[in-house]
């Protein structure tokens, strides 16, 4: 008789978790984040063993993606204001 045990599954969670790291350690595009972020909600209800690493992944995404939002509102602002300043100072 053979049997098998089937180990808990931990890959999403898990998967959130490293997204999450590698998006404020190295930097990554607004797209992993949001895939992490994903991971994380998934991996909350499907794999309870999971739980601790689902919630830091779903963590660092979220500061990953406010990063990025503040980076690009920075971005614009300082744009609108440098034509604001070239459109004033050219009359």
């Known amino acids: 008789m053979v049997t098998t045990t089937t180990s808990p599954r931990t890959g999403l969670g898990t998967a959130s978790l490293v997204l999450g790291i590698c998006s404020l350690l190295a930097g990554w595009t607004f797209f992993a984040p949001v895939v992490g972020l994903c991971l994380g909600i998934a991996s909350r209800s499907r794999e309870p063993l999971a739980r601790g690493r689902a919630g830091w992944g779903i963590l660092l995404n979220v500061v990953a993606l ?14 609108a204001l440098a034509a604001w300043q070239h459109a004033t100072q050219a009359s």
């Open 66 to 79: 406010a990063i990025w939002i503040v980076l690009v509102v920075v971005f614009i602002a300082a744009g």
